[in-house]
């Protein structure tokens, strides 16, 4: 799943996969679905071949189960989540060595996008938190496409206007950030087409 031949470290299952696969298309997501994990999972690969990790396995299975539970509107996505990974490696990899508890961590943390310092969490937390919001530095039609899913997401679930007013206050408190990327990596990677992007969508508003 990654053009670096440091990683992924772990060969998975095959019925883990299908799990990942069933669980990642309830409900029907937009964005939120298998494709980001792996897209994320693939920004981890080029950790992998930079930066490095402490951590790698742990690193990869976060990858693939931060968003394994996802209901939008819920606040509790991160730690069912986090809690679903942790079972997956008691039952599929129980001799692999994972620290369970650092991934546990790593995938609730990112409940926590765009109000975190890096002095906060550690380098393989910071990096991470990164490689989830590298689609804020996607080329522009990519970007555009991962706003609307996520407005699609929320339909239905909250009125348009508030989806809307939330979606601006979060856009607008990330370019105030002094750092919207929490490692040196990600910052130098990703900071400034990031806030090309997070510019753009505000002047031309937020639907």
């Given at each position: 799943?990654?053009?670096?031949?440091?990683?992924?470290?772990?060969?998975?299952?095959?019925?883990?996969?299908?799990?990942?696969?069933?669980?990642?298309?309830?409900?029907?997501?937009?964005?939120?679905?298998?494709?980001h994990a792996q897209a994320v999972l693939q920004h981890c690969g080029q950790v992998a071949a930079g930066p490095g990790w402490q951590q790698p396995a742990?690193?990869?299975?976060?990858?693939?189960?931060?968003?394994?539970?996802?209901?939008?509107?819920?606040?509790?996505?991160?730690?069912?989540?986090?809690?679903?990974?942790?079972?997956?490696?008691?039952?599929?990899?129980?001799?692999?060595?994972?620290?369970?508890?650092?991934?546990?961590?790593?995938?609730?943390?990112?409940?926590?996008?765009?109000?975190?310092?890096?002095?906060?969490?550690?380098?393989?937390?910071?990096?991470?938190?990164?490689?989830?919001?590298?689609?804020?530095?996607?080329?522009?039609?990519?970007f555009s496409r991962y706003d609307a899913d996520i407005a699609s997401e929320f339909a239905g679930v909250v009125p348009r206007w508030l989806f809307a007013?939330?979606?601006?206050?979060?856009?607008?408190?990330?370019?105030?950030?002094?750092?919207?990327?929490?490692?040196?990596?990600?910052?130098?990677?990703?900071?400034?087409?990031?806030?090309?992007?997070?510019?753009?969508?505000?002047?031309?508003?937020?639907?």
């Open positions: 799943m990654s053009d670096s031949p440091l990683f992924p470290p772990l060969q998975l299952p095959a019925p883990m996969l299908e799990q990942l696969r069933a669980l990642h298309a309830q409900p029907p997501r937009a964005y939120h679905h298998f494709g742990v690193a990869q299975l976060a990858a693939l189960y931060h968003d394994a539970v996802y209901v939008p509107g819920r606040s509790d996505n991160e730690a069912r989540s986090a809690a679903l990974a942790a079972q997956a490696v008691a039952r599929w990899l129980p001799d692999a060595g994972i620290d369970v508890p650092a991934l546990v961590r790593m995938i609730e943390l990112t409940a926590r996008h765009g109000q975190l310092e890096p002095s906060q969490v550690s380098t393989d937390q910071a990096l991470f938190l990164d490689c989830d919001m590298a689609i804020l530095a996607a080329p522009w039609p990519v007013w939330r979606r601006r206050a979060f856009l607008k408190a990330l370019l105030k950030r002094p750092r919207i990327y929490l490692s040196d990596w990600g910052h130098g990677c990703f900071d400034a087409p990031a806030r090309a992007n997070l510019s753009r969508r505000l002047l031309q508003g937020v639907a």
